[in-house]
């Protein structure tokens, strides 16, 4: 590739075939001359300064100060005057560039350097004298491109000016005109008469005023701005006029045309304080509820269709009559319906004529003091004339006697007699009067309407239970009418301060609109202003302080006196219904010691057995929880439709606190009075003479005539009583003293469905807010009263157990035969227990493992001592299964399979075993298990690792027929470990020692020495 030739000069460099390739060669070259420009450079400053320093020589004519100064300096770059420094050879060799002497009277300025450079022919091939040569060129070219632009922009401003201008102007004349129009549009339509049209005409020129500049006021001319000034005053006091009188005549349409016009001719302010005017006496009028009869004309009464004039007099005097003799809620209602109709018909318009005045605000404000002081005088005459205060303090009083009564064991011993006979079924005739069933339902009847007059003084302070319900009822729809005109003006003031902001903000975005277009203006124009600028300027700092101040008004406080009445009206009310539900559950306490058939009823819960003869297939529950929390929820729900939220709370606590505390003891009271009477031999179930003794005992005493009366009534009919109605008597005992305790499971269902109940009510009824929140916490705490239900039911039933387990270690101790020898049979029991008259003996069935292949075969094909352990067990809690709620049921059976298996166990270590007995005692624990599963009614207790955990006992007999069914005491320990690793294992290894020692295969000393471990 040949090379590039180096042009001379920019200007060439650009005329090339490659420009790129020829600047970049041009700056190479300019780069190689400046470095070796640089190397003479500094080879002659360096010869310079060797020559000064052998010289020696300075100034000697200066000052002593610049020689003190010259001392300073640096020597290499300090000479004196006359003294210069050698200029690099290339500089001195390069040719000066000559000026042609110009022509006289030409001007020789005009002359550039460049054309100097290039006039000097001699110069034209140096170097120095081609890079002089580019810069000039540059600076030339950039000098006119500058000058250029500077003249172009120079011309566009003063177009833009200009443009400007015309613009201004072009914008007055519009003012101007559209001013001159507007002038001449009210005037016309004010000579029409047509108001409504002046006043947008005068509004349009006050809109235009407020942006326009002095020339257009003065292209607008004075003639129109007095014409302007005149149709304003003229009109204003025109509507003003007609205003006062449609406020004076209560004319609707003529405010509704002539408000909106009030704010267009800046009279909002007369508009607010006219209109107040007019609300106040439509009130006055609506709200007025002393008004005099009138009588009915039915001459100007239009006729309804279908109705003849009698029937339509007949009609008016009716309402007349009813205004008469309007009752409190009636009084609240009709002054409530007046303030809400006014709001809803009149806010809106206000909130647009007149918002900017404040008249939405004043008109609420109005409103609610004219409502306010009427409801709060007939309130406080109406809590005066029902002795309010009075009242609760009686009923305070009262409630404290029933909870005295049925709290903390207030029973009697009369009151356990009386329950006593109730649930044996004997009432009838129980306290006195004759017998048969009609007689005895007469006499129960009798008897509780005697036991519910004592009513700890309920009816004498407080009054009939009907006649307090019907007041709380009045008092309920006082509170809600209160309340739901309480939540509509707190409605009504919510949007109203919506609006307020909204105007604010309006009002900030056109402040901040007009500010920036000032400022447009300033930039355009300089700092100074002119006229209407600086106006537009006062005017926008003057709406600041409007708008700040804006947001300091407070429309209704928030508390008002109507909340401080309802509030404590609201107290009375929680005071009064707390008597109440304690009344009505009093009543029903009352009702259940009293029962008769229709007291009972089968339970209905979730996973109630369908079976004829399974768990709870004939369980019973009293009437006495429906009742109660039916008595509870009503109470409750009709605080809660009273709206106000206090009020609510306050019965919600009260519903949670005589849920779980006076309920609560009575149902305990009732579990345990029907767990002493199913204690066996001495209560309703069978033990060893037979009958129950509470069957036996109560037809001997004074109150068991009843008793007698079902021989007697048998006798006198012509036949004897027997052991099958005696059964029957009792076994309706058993199932209504088992009914207390399937109450504590119905009433731990239904305050469960309750909670959820009260919950939905809330989300339904309540807003959104602190206090609803509130109110929902004080309905959550019924979770606290169902744990306690639970709880209550779950003891209830240890204590049923622990009654029955003595009987069970009598079952099972005949079974194991305790004490050796065998067991003569009984008479049989009147719930089917085999009877062997005449003195004859069976075999006895004893526990014995001590097994040799003729005795193991033999207990195969006998029955052994578990079946009729098993047997015996069946006979004694099969009557309380079938009447028990599964739940409580499979509770029972565990309970007694517990006690059965810690009797069992004990009997255990007293036997000796061979490997054939040990299989003997598997076979028999086995047995013992499919027991249990067939009669366990929840399936998640129907395998043996469930029924084990849920009973520790029952898992010990398992544990040991595992540990007596080792083949090697080498496996004992692997056994051990497995099931301790599983979690399974609860034996220490002492009773293993113990349990193993009673092989007779083992030796007890080899058991000792492989049992050497800890017991973890």
């Not at 399936?939 to 544990?959: D, E, F, G, M």
Request: negative net charge; glycine residues 8%.
């Amino acid at each position: 590739m040949p090379p590039i030739a180096i042009p001379s000069n920019l200007v060439e460099s650009l005329g090339c075939k490659s420009p790129h390739d020829a600047l970049l060669a041009l700056a190479d070259e300019s780069e190689s001359t400046a470095l070796k420009l640089a190397e003479e450079l500094a080879a002659s400053l360096s010869t310079t300064k060797k020559h000064s320093a052998a010289t020696g020589s300075y100034n000697n004519s200066s000052s002593a100060g610049s020689g003190r100064r010259s001392k300073r300096e640096d020597p290499a770059t300090s000479f004196t005057v006359g003294q210069f420094v050698p200029l690099p050879r290339s500089l001195r060799d390069a040719p000066r560039p000559t000026r042609k002497i110009s022509q006289k009277g030409s001007n020789s300025s005009s002359i550039t350097d460049h054309e100097t450079i290039t006039n000097s022919s001699s110069s034209a091939s140096h170097a120095l004298t081609h890079a002089t040569l580019a810069s000039e060129s540059i600076l030339s070219s950039l000098s006119k491109i500058a000058s250029g632009g500077s003249a172009a922009s120079s011309e566009m401003r003063q177009l833009e000016s200009h443009r400007q201008r015309l613009d201004e102007e072009a914008i007055n004349i519009d003012h101007a005109l559209r001013i001159r129009e507007g002038c001449q549009r009210g005037g016309d339509s004010l000579m029409g008469r047509r108001y409504g049209d002046a006043a947008r005409a005068v509004a349009d020129v006050n809109s235009i005023l407020k942006e326009c500049s002095m020339n257009a006021l003065q292209l607008a001319g004075e003639e129109a701005l007095e014409a302007h000034s005149k149709t304003k005053e003229v009109t204003k006091r025109a509507i003003g006029e007609r205003y006062e009188t449609a406020v004076a005549n209560g004319d609707v349409v003529q405010l509704s045309e002539l408000t909106p016009l009030l704010q267009m001719l800046d009279m909002a302010e007369l508009g607010v304080r006219l209109y107040l005017q007019y609300s106040q006496s439509v009130l006055t009028k609506e709200m007025n509820l002393d008004a005099e009869e009138v009588p009915v004309d039915m001459a100007h009464v239009e006729r309804a269709e279908g109705m003849s004039r009698a029937a339509m007099r007949r009609r008016a005097e009716e309402e007349q009559l009813l205004r008469r003799n309007m009752s409190v809620p009636m009084k609240l209602a009709r002054i409530y319906n007046a303030a809400v109709t006014h709001l809803r018909h009149h806010l809106p318009m206000v909130a647009y004529a007149l918002g900017e005045a404040d008249g939405d605000a004043a008109l609420v404000q109005l409103v609610h003091v004219e409502a306010e002081k009427r409801a709060v005088d007939i309130l406080r005459d109406y809590m005066s004339e029902k002795q309010l205060n009075l009242t609760v303090r009686r009923a305070d009083g009262v409630g404290k006697k029933i909870e005295d009564r049925y709290i903390g064991g207030g029973f009697s011993a009369r009151d356990d007699e009386i329950n006593i006979a109730n649930v044996l079924g004997f009432a009838g005739d129980a306290l006195g009067g004759g017998g048969g069933s009609g007689g005895g339902t007469i006499d129960i009847v009798t008897k509780r309407m005697a036991a519910q007059k004592d009513d700890c003084g309920f009816q004498i302070e407080v009054g009939n239970l009907a006649d307090v319900d019907a007041a709380l009822e009045e008092w309920a729809l006082v509170m809600q009418h209160t309340e739901s005109y309480e939540r509509f003006i707190r409605h009504a003031v919510n949007e109203v301060v919506k609006a307020r902001k909204l105007r604010r903000e309006q009002k900030i975005e056109e402040k901040n609109r007009l500010k920036e277009l000032e400022e447009a203006k300033s930039r355009e124009h300089g700092s100074d202003m002119t006229g209407s600028g600086r106006k537009s300027s006062e005017r926008l700092s003057s709406g600041d302080v409007d708008v700040d101040q804006e947001e300091k008004v407070e429309i209704l406080p928030p508390h008002t006196a109507l909340n401080e009445v309802a509030a404590e009206i609201g107290g009375s009310y929680s005071a009064l219904e707390r008597c109440l539900l304690l009344a009505g559950m009093q009543r029903a306490f009352v009702h259940a010691n009293y029962p008769d058939d229709s007291t009972f009823s089968p339970v209905v819960l979730d996973g109630s057995s369908n079976s004829l003869y399974g768990a709870g297939s004939r369980a019973l529950q009293t009437n006495l929880v429906e009742e109660c929390l039916f008595t509870a929820r009503r109470s409750t729900l009709r605080a809660f439709a009273t709206g106000h939220t206090g009020t609510a709370s306050a019965a919600a606590n009260v519903c949670v606190d005589v849920l779980g505390r006076l309920l609560l003891d009575v149902l305990i009271r009732r579990a345990e009075l029907g767990a002493s009477l199913l204690k066996p031999g001495e209560g309703l179930l069978d033990g060893q003479s037979g009958l129950g003794q509470a069957a036996l005992s109560f037809a001997k005493s004074k109150a068991g005539k009843g008793l007698r009366g079902v021989h007697g009534a048998g006798a006198r009919s012509g036949h004897r009583v027997g052991d099958e109605e005696l059964r029957k008597q009792t076994m309706l005992g058993v199932a209504r003293a088992t009914a207390n305790f399937n109450d504590l499971e119905v009433v731990a269902d239904y305050t469960k469905r309750l909670e959820g109940n009260f919950l939905k009510e809330i989300d339904s009824g309540y807003p959104r807010g602190h206090d609803t929140e509130q109110l929902r916490m004080c309905v959550k705490g019924l979770k606290g009263v169902v744990e306690s239900f639970t709880q209550a039911s779950g003891r209830s039933m240890e204590q049923l157990i622990s009654t029955l387990l003595p009987q069970v270690r009598q079952i099972v101790g005949d079974a194991v035969g305790q004490d050796g020898g065998g067991t003569s049979a009984t008479a049989s029991n009147f719930l089917g227990s085999p009877v062997l008259a005449g003195g004859a003996t069976i075999a006895p069935t004893v526990l014995n493992y001590e097994l040799d292949d003729e005795s193991f075969e033999m207990s195969q094909i006998s029955e052994g001592f578990v079946v009729r352990m098993c047997s015996r067990l069946d006979e004694l809690i099969d009557p309380l299964r079938v009447h028990l709620v599964p739940k409580l049921s499979d509770d029972l059976l565990v309970g007694i399979l517990g006690g059965m298996a810690k009797r069992m166990e004990a009997s255990i270590r007293k036997s000796k075993f061979t490997p054939l007995g040990a299989i003997s005692l598997d076979s028999d624990v086995r047995y013992i298990m499919n027991f249990a599963k067939d009669r366990i009614d929840s399936p998640q207790l129907k395998s043996n690792v469930t029924l084990c955990k849920i009973c520790p006992p029952l898992a010990r007999l398992n544990q040991i027929a595992l540990l007596m069914n080792v083949d090697d005491l080498e496996d004992v320990l692997d056994l051990i470990s497995v099931s301790k690793r599983k979690g399974v294992w609860d034996l220490k290894l002492d009773e293993a020692k113990t349990l193993l020692s009673l092989r007779v295969d083992f030796e007890g000393e080899k058991v000792n020495d492989l049992l050497q471990m800890d017991d973890e």
